[in-house]
């Protein structure tokens, strides 16, 4: 059983930075996609970023030339980057990870990041 362990949320004012972090152990295969989701208050969880094994990433149109997706496929990690943070970025972030061959897919407990003055 793959298990996620987020960290990184946190409190922001408008325009600061915040840097999420996701470590996935326990996979019997190698991770293919990792990526981050998040969900506001009575909204459905929509991708923000995702990366592939290789290095290729999607980002949601919202948060394109603000966020950064990277990862150590070694230590089977995912980082999420923050920069100009809006109050509309405000959600619970949750780590998503795709294992390669059995296409499994698992989900983080969600870190909360919260953007306000």
């Known amino acids: 059983q793959v298990r996620l362990v987020e960290s990184g949320g946190d409190l922001v004012q408008p325009g600061g930075s915040l840097r999420l972090s996701c470590t996935a152990s326990g996979s019997d295969f190698p991770i293919n996609t990792m990526g981050w989701y998040r969900q506001a208050p009575g909204k459905q969880r929509d991708m923000v970023a995702t990366?592939?094994?290789?290095?290729?990433?999607n980002y949601a149109d919202s948060v394109k030339d603000r966020f950064t997706i990277s990862r150590d496929n070694a230590k089977n990690t995912v980082n999420l980057q923050m920069n100009s943070l809006k109050p509309e970025d405000t959600a619970v972030y949750y780590c998503?990870?795709?294992?390669?061959?059995?296409?499994?897919?698992?989900w983080g407990q969600g870190t909360q990041v919260t953007v306000s003055s």
């Open positions: 998503n990870v795709r294992e390669l061959f059995s296409h499994s897919t698992y």
């Open positions: 990366i592939t094994r290789g290095g290729t990433t």
